[in-house]
């Protein structure tokens, strides 16, 4: 009989044990339902020069990355854009919420790994996207579906685990 | 006489402090509802009560005054002033965010676990307090004042 007053015991400490589980998984990023959908339009380009290289990347393999002058994280994953930009992957820059001069000044000093920048003031396209916090980077495939959705900052994992496997993917049939 | 006038003053600071800590929600819930009827306030208040802020994730929109939150509330108010239904704003803010989004999300086989989860609790609540009353029994005083 004694052995029952363990039982509340035990099973707070199994609270405790689960609450604790629970607290490590901090990844906040959210399944999107964006996924095998068709990629939600972009905002227009500025100018023809820009309109003719969007055109160029419909049919391609491309990732689209939201990002904003005043974002910290976008800073650091920044290295990692330009390196895949230097292999050869097309990235279409939408500035989020940003002024166009601190766009332009973050891009002069730090370098312009998009092929193409586009401007989302208000961030109203971002908002179709599903976007919930730059940066966001989507990769979307030859056939204009939303192939995968990664929140915060690109890093080793993402390149690794995701990207490259899904860019291999995509080459594999067609060569 | 003055033990009374003190319990007084005591809940007088309660109540105070009460206030205040109700004080941000009742300002946030002011925001964003301008140009609305009543009736369309109303369901505007009920919509970003279910809708849930993605940055801030135990918060609902109508609470939270992260940017994205205010960006939502915008969007619900926009498209009740263009005369969209509940049913049409809550698919609209799925089809982007997912389930996540929605407080009370859908009944369908995705979540049919989910909503069945209190039920089944209670159900496994009331056999083990089944079994260990016929275990105990009627007469079995010992065990009462040991749980005691």
């Not at chain 1, 939600?40 to 020069?49: D, F, H, I, R, T």
């Not at chain 1, 992957?89 to 092929?115: C, M, Q």
């Not at chain 1, 030859?142 to 993917?169: F, M, N």
């Not at chain 2, 009331?126 to 005083?141: K, N, Q, S, T, V």
């Amino acid at each position: 009989m004694r052995a029952h007053i363990w039982i509340p015991l035990l099973a707070l400490g199994a609270l405790v044990v689960l609450l604790y589980a629970g607290m490590q998984d901090m990844d906040r990023a959210l399944p999107s339902p964006m996924i095998g959908k068709a990629a939600p339009s972009l905002p227009v380009p500025e100018n023809s020069e820009a309109a003719a290289v969007l055109n160029a990347a419909q049919g391609q393999p491309r990732l689209v990355n939201f990002w904003a002058s005043w974002c910290q994280p976008c800073l650091a994953e920044h290295p990692e854009l330009m390196a895949l930009a230097e292999r050869g992957v097309t990235i279409i820059g939408v500035n989020y919420k940003d002024e166009a001069s601190a766009a332009a000044r973050w891009l002069d000093r730090h370098g312009n790994p998009f092929a193409v920048v586009l401007r989302d003031p208000e961030g109203a396209f971002a908002i179709d996207w599903g976007v919930y916090g730059v940066p966001e980077t989507y990769l979307i495939g030859p056939d204009d579906t939303v192939l995968h959705k990664k929140v915060g900052p690109v890093d080793d994992a993402y390149l690794r685990d995701e990207l490259q496997p899904r860019l291999s993917a995509l080459k594999g049939p067609a060569s | 006489m003055s033990g009374a006038g003190k319990g007084v003053a005591m809940r007088r600071l309660w109540l105070s402090v009460l206030c205040v800590m109700m004080l941000p929600g009742a300002l946030l819930a002011a925001i964003g509802d301008e140009g609305l009827s009543a009736e369309q306030r109303q369901r505007f208040h009920q919509l970003t009560t279910e809708l849930r802020c993605l940055v801030c994730q135990n918060q609902s929109i109508a609470e939270s005054n992260a940017d994205l939150a205010l960006d939502l509330k915008r969007q619900v108010r926009q498209q009740i002033l263009e005369g969209r239904s509940d049913d049409a704003i809550r698919t609209y803010m799925r089809e982007r965010y997912g389930d996540f989004v929605l407080y009370k999300p859908a009944v369908e086989p995705k979540t049919y676990l989910l909503w069945a989860s209190p039920a089944l609790l209670l159900l496994i609540a009331l056999f083990i307090l089944a079994r260990r009353l016929r275990r105990a029994g009627p007469e079995d005083d010992e065990a009462d004042e040991e749980l005691s």
